[in-house]
């Protein structure tokens, strides 16, 4: 079946640095979303990426979805306190009908004010 | 508008115990899901529903059973309970998806079970 690999699964910054975390899947997809779940909480949907080679800004967070559709990746620029949590890449296989989703392991970011 | 609940927030069952938790939504989403979260594992789906009256098995349906009677609510099931179940569940919904592009999951703030 489908696998989403995230990378790395874990990654300490200090306040100010960039981040990035990215996203493979062993098959070509569809789409590609973004998830973002705060310490404690619930994932929370961050932005959906369609086309091949599309990239989308969120004011420092900068999407990005391989001309292949099999990869992806998010960047985090001058990272705050308020960026902690884990970051979740899901996708859907192409060909696959319905809106179920292949969600990757996660990358956990902690930020050191 | 409280988007999806999910009750109860924590239980501890013993090994062979039975429940159920329960979500509702209140968007009219046509789809709901149940997923478990375990460490460095990201989301595993468990089952999920397309409409009313119909469910199907996800990635990791084994000991789980479920229902959707109305739309707004998906009840997930352990029939016998197993420590291998210790997990945090999350029950999402969204519209239906189409095309290339698919619509966003709400989540529920979680169920934290623990199986002794």
């Known amino acids: 079946g489908q696998q989403v690999m995230q990378i790395p699964q874990y990654q300490h910054v200090q306040e100010g640095e960039d981040f990035t975390t990215y996203c493979n899947s062993s098959t070509t997809l569809s789409n590609i979303q973004w998830y973002k779940q705060r310490p404690g909480g619930h994932p929370v949907f961050l932005i959906q990426?369609?086309?091949?080679?599309e990239v989308k800004k969120q004011k420092r967070l900068t999407f990005q979805f391989g001309e292949a559709k099999k990869n992806s990746s998010l960047h985090i620029t001058a990272t705050q306190t308020t960026d902690v949590g884990t970051y979740f890449c899901a996708g859907r296989p192409r060909g696959s009908a319905g809106n179920m989703l292949t969600f990757g392991g996660g990358t956990r970011l902690m930020v050191k004010p | 508008n409280a988007g999806v609940t999910q009750t109860p927030k924590f239980r501890v069952l013993k090994t062979g115990q039975s429940m159920t938790l329960l979500c509702a939504q209140d968007m009219n989403h046509e789809y709901m899901y149940w997923y478990r979260q375990d460490p460095g594992m990201g989301l595993r789906l468990i089952h999920y529903s397309v409409g009313e009256g119909t469910t199907a098995k996800g990635e990791v349906p084994d000991g789980y059973n479920v229902s959707r009677l109305k739309k707004q609510n998906f009840l997930l099931g352990l029939e016998s309970a197993a420590p291998s179940q210790t997990s945090v569940y999350f029950c999402a919904s969204s519209y239906s998806g189409g095309g290339y592009s698919n619509q966003p999951q709400h989540f529920g703030d979680g169920t934290r079970l623990s199986i002794l």
């Open positions: 990426l369609v086309k091949s080679g």
